[in-house]
């Protein structure tokens, strides 16, 4: 035990002299955490649309007036001509068409029926789609609103309806930064722990004093310890930062479940990517070559962790890689914890799981460690 308090007193002087390494480690967390939120939002909001009006008739400024008012829409255009329009698509100002025949009010009138033509710049899907979704509802409710004018109310019958009333669960007002804030913070949380520790190790091995150690009586699991406990407690302390300052302050998030739980899950995690960054130090010669294996590994971890797009909605294969990704089950239980207030019971198999990489990391480490050195 003297030992390791003597490399754990070595590691926090390294790491706290390292004027460049510690706003990396405190500062630019926060400041993504209270950024990547505001981005990182699927509700689609001021979507361009150009209004090719040929009518000019008060149906057809009750229309236009109801799809901007929704709140949905930005007017990009306005005027009679298409071609006008369409140039507007060509140049990526706009990204939908609303063109409005000629006679729109009269056919409504006296045909009672009219058609609408709306063209949907479609090289962005997810927008396209939704923003075709949005125009498609605002004209089914202009179409609605109109038909009840026309009704006589002497004639008019009410008949027995339905009604439907939503209650939304765990996150009654849809806000996307409920969701989105937890995944954040559990993939920082990863890149502290796997990426700095990496880093800090294959530093060792550029400078030259891993050769010192080595030949030094210290046992191979204190050099181990010495290494990995520094950033475990560091990733602990960004963590509650993380949730405490920022997620509560800022965007007024309270963890609805135990936080032992949730802090107990984090520990477990962290020494599974701390074992992770070890084995990559292990394999890695210069900081440099660290780091662009790093940066491979934190891609997959990003982007096939269900953080922005969910895990049931990709491919066979892609699920697969899913459910190696240690990264994949802490965002869930976050999201579990944090949102909907789960227990033990709901995190058990995820707990296991977590478990289980934390074994294989740094068993998989501690073998190759002692190969190569």
Known sequence: MRQLRFLLQKEFKQIF????????????????????????????????????????????????????????????????????????????????ILEIPADFEKGLIRENHQQLFIAVNAINGTKAGLGG?????????????????????????????????????????????????????????????????????????EVGTIE???VTPIKKHHFILGKLIPFWMIGIFIFSVGLFLVARLVYGIIPMGSLGLLYGF?????????????????????????????????????LMSGLFTPIESMPHWAKIIAWCNPVTYFIEVMRMIVLKGSGFADVKMQLLKTIGFAIFFNSWAIINYSKTN
């Open 17 to 96: 002299r390292n004027r460049a390494l510690l706003p990396i480690i405190f500062v630019v967390p926060v400041i993504q955490l209270l950024v990547l939120p505001l981005a990182a939002d699927y509700a689609i909001k001021n979507i361009s649309i150009s209004i090719v009006d040929h009518d000019h008739s008060s149906y057809s400024q009750q229309l236009v007036s109801k799809v901007i008012s929704s709140g949905y829409f930005q007017l990009a255009d306005y005027g009679n001509s298409y071609d006008v329009a369409f140039r507007q698509i060509e140049l990526d100002e706009s990204d939908l």
């Open 133 to 205: 979704a949005y125009l498609n509802r605002i004209i089914a409710d202009f179409n609605a609103e109109i038909r009840l004018d026309w009704q006589d109310p002497q004639r008019f019958q009410e008949f027995p309806t339905i009604e439907i009333v939503s209650s939304n669960w765990f996150n009654p007002l849809l806000n996307y930064r409920f969701f989105m804030v937890p995944g954040i913070l559990a993939v920082l949380v990863t890149m502290v722990g796997a990426y700095m520790c990496s880093l800090n190790i294959v530093k060792e091995k």
């Open 212 to 214: 010192q150690i080595n």
């Open 266 to 302: 984090l520990s477990i995690f962290l020494i599974a990517m701390l074992g992770f960054g070890l084995l990559l130090s292990t394999y890695s010669e210069t900081q440099q070559q660290a780091m662009s294996v790093a940066f491979f590994f934190m891609m997959i971890f990003l």
